[in-house]
């Protein structure tokens, strides 16, 4: 089974903080993304990745940067978070254009 | 306009009744459509994949396609009360490049 784990499951972190979430994922697979939910606005991409090193900008962005520095790996960085950045943020990852795989997702809260 | 539309629901119905849940999708070009599950609290999973156009049935689950149309469903038959859940339809879409595309989900409610 495809096995996609993310760092923590809750985070409690203070504006302006430096906080980054890691995601992992055993599956050898390309593609790596970065999402965050929130009640009513669905999924939306932050960022993504298809291969080492490479990243695209997904639909939000702003206030995020991300690093792929091994393939199974997968990191979000909050520069200085903010408190419009609290949400439930899900890894996921993919072999090609198949089905994602989503982590259990890590609940931040900035406070 | 959404790229990937879905009614959020609430839906309701009756235990072992047929619920039906369905999706637009906007970019022609796309080829390959999903339905994930996800429980309150919890992260998606996959239910189905659907790749061509016509029915596709996994057990009580059954995927329909119309790109015609543009137009995806998911039909659970006999419904039970552990379906309830948030369904996500997903669109692997190509235009300006290879983006998979979520709609926003639809709530499924079976009453017991």
């Known amino acids: 089974d495809v096995k996609v784990t993310q760092s923590s499951r809750y985070l409690v972190k203070r504006t302006g903080e430096k906080v980054f979430l890691e995601c992992v994922q055993d599956?050898?697979?390309?593609?790596m993304f970065w999402y965050r939910q929130d009640p009513g606005l669905g999924l939306r991409l932050i960022y993504f990745?298809?291969?080492?090193?490479?990243?695209e900008k997904g639909d939000i962005p702003e206030g995020y940067s991300v690093s792929r520095e091994k393939k199974e790996r997968f990191s979000l960085i909050l520069e200085s978070a903010s408190t419009n950045q609290t949400s439930m943020y899900l890894c996921?990852?993919?072999?090609?254009?198949?089905?994602?795989?989503f982590g259990p997702g890590t609940r931040l809260t900035v406070l | 306009q959404k790229e990937v539309e879905q009614n959020s629901g609430p839906l309701s119905v009756p235990e072992g009744a047929i619920a039906s849940l369905n999706c637009t999708y906007s970019?022609?070009?796309?080829?390959?459509f999903f339905w994930y599950r996800q429980y309150s609290g919890k992260s998606p999973e996959l239910i189905m994949s659907?790749?061509?156009?016509g029915d596709k049935e996994d057990g009580r689950f059954t995927a329909q396609l119309n790109k015609a149309s543009q137009y995806v469903s998911l039909l659970i038959r006999d419904s039970q009360p552990s379906d309830s859940a948030t369904y996500l339809c997903?669109?692997?879409?190509?235009?300006?490049?290879?983006?998979?595309?979520f709609g926003a989900g639809t709530r499924l409610f079976v009453k017991a």
């Open positions: 996921a990852s993919s072999f090609s254009e198949d089905e994602q795989f």
């Open positions: 659907i790749y061509s156009n």
């Open positions: 990745s298809y291969d080492v090193k490479m990243k």
């Open positions: 997903a669109v692997n879409g190509y235009t300006g490049g290879f983006k998979t595309i």
């Open positions: 599956m050898d697979h390309e593609n």
């Open positions: 970019d022609r070009g796309s080829q390959s």
